[in-house]
Every structure is written in structure tokens, then in C-alpha cells.
């Protein structure tokens, strides 16, 4: 119970909090709609004036908490203030995005029944116009207002128009369509199978929120839904004259009764969260323009693009990401993407998984697809630069300390490029002085013609914003650690591991963590060949130090081919293993969960157990359940993971 409450009370505090205030509002409104001064509007629409209203002021609730999950800015600042008080809170803000999901189904939800409930109101409307019946009071109430200047209930004037024409021709029809359909793009477009596959329509689609909050602020301005004035109530009492309403206007006692719709009120709702979102995009923005130069680009077999930068003032810390945009490519996408280096270093790098167009088209402008050195001139970068003279040579294929492969652009890796001063780049490196974007380089050699060239040549470079943080932050706030990484979701665990390595080379005694369990699942074999420099690079580190029980790694190869099968048993006997090149050798299939948490539960009792996953959602829930079954014997497992 305590694991329970402890992975999840606070979360269900919060889902239970925003369900109540949902209830509380559409029960208030729909009530408050009961009272008198709407008895002649209910006497034309009956409860659909109430089903209409009580979602409206639910929707305008949850429009205003729409936008505050994906203020990245603000959530990362929130999270290092109450970081210091409750880990507990700080880690609900790295379930943003689920609550994102929430809010908008809600508004969904909400607006289906706003929608089927005024489309009956706009039937009776027209009912009571057509009706031509003086003995009717609906009719009666629809006639009030034909005089110049008068107050009217009825927002169809006339028999003969429609409720189609009335939904076109009017503010709160037109934009109730527009706000409708950019909610259905927006909320279709997100679906899992077009984000994964098609990234750039759930991207476009989703920028329709401008459209949809300008609809919405703009929905009611011509208050169509009205009301008795307070004036009126005084004067007329709807009780008691409704019955009488062939002599309104004869009896001082029930003079014609007037009418007025409420003011706007959905902008005082939305008005703050679209200022902090504004403010959100300023920052963003600013960020974005400045100069980053690209120090070094890696092909990896397993089609993983490493991009090593640097930028002036970007700080960061373990297992936080950064959006990317490359201008060549489009204006207006921008693509996460987890560190994977890192605080101790004096670069930032991602690598990223080629899937989709946006990245195979940042491979391309990174010069992936050709097998000679290219030139920094000829990578994505700001603005054009006069080129600086070096004597650039990089030939080498090393591993250096820091585990990252080094090479000329042999067929292995598929090309480095080198700019500016980076320490893992072999061969002596000069920037210009411009700055970060504005690194050029080429060889004493290089003819006229080519120089003219270069400085003809505008290519746009990759802008970056962030970092931001997330859950793997905390990594070293727990003394036993669990990092489950599947695929490419080994990205942040890079980050982590490499500061590790940091940590004991510089002999840090302050790392409060000391054990790390570190699991990757991988489908194909050449997806292990970019991580596995690093993880050598840590197991000679840690045999150094004498710290083998430091760090314990099981690297499951999930999937295999027939002859990659007769390899690994020919070599199974070899001291190191056949694909890592580690003295820990790969184990083949999935692994046992139970068994695992259950031995480091053993191990370890009494312990708060850090469990870190980035991976797919079939094996959060499955390592979620593992957390709260095994908390109860002995360690407490807290799960944490990796949302973007």
C-alpha cells in the first residue's frame, strides 16, 4: 500500500480533484439556469438551455488547464522549486502530457454535449418562429423584439431562414463549426498511429489551437443565449405572468418582459493561461535564435545519427531533452529528443533513430548519406562565414575515454564531421571568431574557386531549445537504481551512465547512489554497437576501481536471425561477447521481471529503489505492476517514466 501510494496517491488526488471541480461546475450551471429570470427561455428550449450551459462552463474550465501542461518552461521551473520539498510532487509534473490527454478528452466530451444540446435549442428556436399559433407562448416570445430597438429572446428572427443558414450566418454558429473541426483535427491527428508515423500531421494539425482559442473567445460575443433583465424581473414576475401573456403590456402588473444575454465570459477563463503559454513561446523563441555550431556528426550502423554541439550558456543534467529544429528542413517543426551526454563534458549531443521524413532529411542535410569528410561550411548552420584556415585530418577509428568512436568516414560509420573546438575530435581545430554558428573550416588547400564557392553557399543551421527537464533527473536521489531501457529509449541512460563514469574518474564522493541495475532490450543486433563503447568503456573503469558490484547491466538481444544464431554459439565460449564486446555476455529473449525485482528486493530491504523506463507503454505497465507486487517484500520500488 505504501509503494501504491506512493507511485500513484498524488496522482489520483489530482485526477480525483479535477473530476470533482468538472461535477461541481456542471451541476452549479445547470442549475443556475433553473431559476427565473431564464423561465421564458426554458418555456422555447426546455432542459436543453441547461445541457448546453452546464458543459459550456465545463469546457471553459478545462480550456484554461489545457495549456499549462505543455509549458515546458514553466513545468521545468516548477520542478527544481519543489524538488527540494516533495520528490513525490515534483514527479507528477513528468505526467504533463498524460494529463494533457485527459483535459482534452474532457473538452471533447463537453463539447459533444454542447453540440447535441444546441441543435436542439436551434429546432425549438425555429419551431416557435414557425409556429404562427398567437395563443402559443413560445410563439408569442419569438415575435418579442421585431419592433426597432427592442430586446429579443429568440435569435431567429424571421420564418424564413433555417437553423443551417442560422449556424453559418451568425458568430456563435460560425465559429462553433470552426472550434468543432479544428477540435476534431486536433484530437484525431494525435491518435498513436499517425504521431509515430506521420509526425508532421499531428504537428501542423495541432497548431489549430491558435484557431480554436480565437473561436472560443469570440463564441459568445453576440450573446445569442438571453435572459430576462433583473430590470425586467422586477417588474414582471415570470411565475406569475406567463400564464397572462395575451395581455402583456395592457396589465401594469405584466409589462412585455425584456431580455438581455450574459456578457463573454469565456476570455476571463482562458486570458491568464494564454498569457503564461505566450510568455512560454517568447522564451522559447529567444532560445531558438541562439547560435549553435554542430562539433561533430557520427552515422551509426544501427541508422542512429549522433549530433554532438555546442551552445553558448546551455547547461544541463542527466536524463533531460532538448527540442530540435533544422530551418533547411521546415520553419515550423520542432523534434524532441533526450541528451546523451553528459553535465561533465563540454559538449551536448542526441542521437536520433532514423524513422519518418523530418529525420531522414536531417541526415541528409548533415551530409550522412556521403562516405567523404565533409567540410563544418557544409553542415546546417545560421548564417554564411568567411572560412578559417586549419589543418584538419581526422583518421583515426579510436574509442576515447569517453566512448565515442572516432573515424574518416569509412563505410562503418558512415561519415564525422568536425567543427570548432571539441575535445573528441582528432587532428587540431580552429572556430572562427563570429561565434558558435559561425565555425567554418577547410584545408590550406582548397582552391579560389571553391572559397567563392563557400561564401555563396547559405545554408540555415539546427536550432535548439531546452533543455528540459524529466523524471531521470532524480536518478541519484535514490541509493538503489533500476534503469530499463528498450531500443533507442537507451538515449537517456547514456547520459546517466556517462556522468557516472565522470563521478568515479574525477573519485566524486558525493554520489549518494550505490547500485545501478541496468537493463536494455534491443530487436537487432547493430543497435548495440553505438552504447557499447560506453558500457566498455564503464566496465574497464569499474574493474579499475575495484567497483564491479557498482554497476550490474543485462543487455537482452530480443530478436535474431538463423545465422546470427550459429555466431553466437561458436563464439558463446570466447571471453568477451560475440556482439558488445563485453566480459558480461548478451542473454537472449525477454527479461523474467518477477525474478529480477524479486532478487534486487532481496538485496536490498528496506531500500527506496529508483525505477527509471523509457520505452514502450506495454512495459511501463508491466514494470508498474512489478513495482507495487514486489514493494511488499521488502524494498519499495518507485516508478518513474520518460514522457515527451
Known sequence: MGSFLANEGLSIVVILVWLGINVF?????????????????????????????????????????????????????????????????????????????????????????????????????????????????????????????????????????????????????????????????????????????????????????????????????????????????????????????????????????????????????????????????????????QKVVITKVVMHPSKTLELQMKKKGFRMEVGQYVFLQCPSISQLEWHPFTLTSAPEEDHFSVHIRLQGDWTEALYIACGGDRTRLQEAWELPRSEPTTPQHTGLQVRAHNTTPHGVSESSGSAQCGGIYCAGKAHLCSGKVQ???????????????????????????????????????????????????????????????????????????????????????????????????????????????MIAKDMRDFLTYNIYLTRWRDTEAAHFRVHHEAENDPITGLKQKTLYGKPNWDTEFSAIATNHPGCKVGVFLCGPTLLAKDLEKQCLKQSQAGAEFIFNKENF
Not at 561564401?455 to 533543455?467: E, F, L, S, W
Not at 533527473?473 to 563514469?501: C, H, N, Q
Request: net charge positive; proline share 4%; charged share 20%.
Open 25 to 289: 461546475l456542471f451541476v452549479h450551471f445547470y442549475m443556475a439556469f433553473l431559476i427565473d429570470r431564464w423561465f421564458y427561455t426554458r418555456a422555447i428550449l426546455g432542459h436543453a438551455l441547461s445541457w448546453a450551459r452546464a458543459p459550456a462552463a465545463c469546457l471553459n474550465f478545462n480550456c484554461m488547464l489545457i495549456l499549462l501542461p505543455v509549458c515546458r518552461n514553466l513545468l521545468s521551473f516548477l520542478r527544481g522549486s519543489i524538488q527540494c520539498c516533495s520528490r513525490t510532487a515534483a514527479r507528477q509534473l513528468d505526467r504533463n502530457l498524460t494529463f494533457h490527454k485527459l483535459v482534452a478528452y474532457m473538452i471533447a466530451f463537453h463539447t459533444a454535449v454542447h453540440i447535441i444540446a444546441h441543435l436542439f435549442n436551434f429546432e425549438r428556436f425555429m419551431d416557435a418562429q414557425l409556429e404562427a399559433n398567437m395563443s402559443s407562448l413560445p410563439h408569442v416570445l419569438s415575435l418579442i423584439g421585431n419592433k426597432h430597438n427592442e430586446s429579443f429572446l429568440n435569435p431567429i428572427r424571421n420564418n424564413q431562414t433555417s437553423p443551417t443558414i442560422v449556424m453559418f450566418t451568425t458568430v456563435a454558429g460560425l465559429t462553433g463549426v470552426v472550434i468543432t473541426l479544428a477540435l476534431i483535427l486536433m484530437i484525431t491527428s494525435s491518435m498513436e498511429v499517425i504521431r509515430r508515423s506521420y509526425f508532421e500531421v499531428f504537428w501542423f494539425t495541432h497548431h489549430l489551437f491558435i484557431i480554436f482559442f480565437i473561436g472560443l473567445v469570440l463564441h459568445g460575443i453576440k450573446r445569442i443565449v438571453r435572459g430576462q433583465t433583473l430590470d425586467s424581473l422586477k417588474k414582471h414576475n415570470p411565475i406569475t405572468c406567463h400564464s397572462e401573456f395575451e395581455r402583456w403590456g395592457l396589465d401594469q402588473d405584466c409589462p412585455e418582459p425584456k431580455f438581455m444575454g450574459n456578457p463573454p465570459g469565456t476570455w476571463k477563463w482562458v486570458v491568464g493561461p494564454m498569457f503564461l503559454y505566450l510568455c512560454e513561446r517568447l522564451v522559447r523563441f529567444y532560445r531558438s535564435q
Open 431 to 541: 572556430a572562427s571568431e563570429r561565434g558558435c554558428d559561425s565555425a567554418a573550416l577547410r584545408s590550406e588547400s582548397r582552391s579560389d574557386e571553391q572559397q567563392v564557392d563557400m561564401k555563396r553557399r547559405k545554408p540555415q543551421g539546427i536550432a535548439v531549445d531546452g533543455p528540459f527537464g524529466t523524471a531521470s533527473e532524480d536518478v541519484f536521489r535514490y541509493e538503489v537504481v533500476m534503469l530499463v531501457g528498450a531500443g533507442i529509449g537507451v538515449t537517456p541512460f547514456a547520459s546517466i551512465l556517462k556522468s557516472v563514469w565522470y563521478k568515479h574518474v574525477q573519485e566524486n564522493t558525493n554520489v549518494f547512489t550505490k547500485k545501478i541495475y541496468f537493463y536494455w532490450l534491443c530487436r537487432e543486433t547493430q543497435a548495440f554497437e553505438w552504447f557499447a563503447d560506453l558500457l566498455q568503456s564503464l566496465e574497464r573503469q
